[in-house]
């Protein structure tokens, strides 16, 4: 099956993740303050997950993305990290 981006996510420096829609959205600044002690602001990676629940970096993303001819439209700054916008 190919390998496809299903939603941006971000991840602490304890491995854990929390996913949503796009980044820093409603939902996901619900799920950091519901657990705030383990998401302090300068110790995470912005990414997002494939459908296998496996975490990807921006730059990881945009190379699955790019295979799975998921990318819809240019953002600027896109050359060599994957946004929300690239997708929807």
């Not at 299903?6 to 303050?33: F, K, W």
Request: with cysteine; hydrophobic share 40%.
């Amino acid at each position: 099956m190919l390998r496809r981006i299903v939603c941006a996510a971000i991840r602490n420096t304890d491995g854990d993740i929390i996913c949503s829609a796009r980044h820093y959205d409603p939902l996901m600044r619900a799920q950091i303050e519901t657990n705030a002690a383990k998401w302090p602001n300068n110790a995470v990676e912005q990414g997002f997950i494939d459908q296998y629940g496996i975490f990807l970096s921006r730059a990881e993303a945009l190379l699955v993305a790019r295979t799975a001819d998921q990318i819809i439209r240019g953002c600027g700054g896109d050359e060599d990290a994957l946004y929300s916008e690239n997708l929807y």
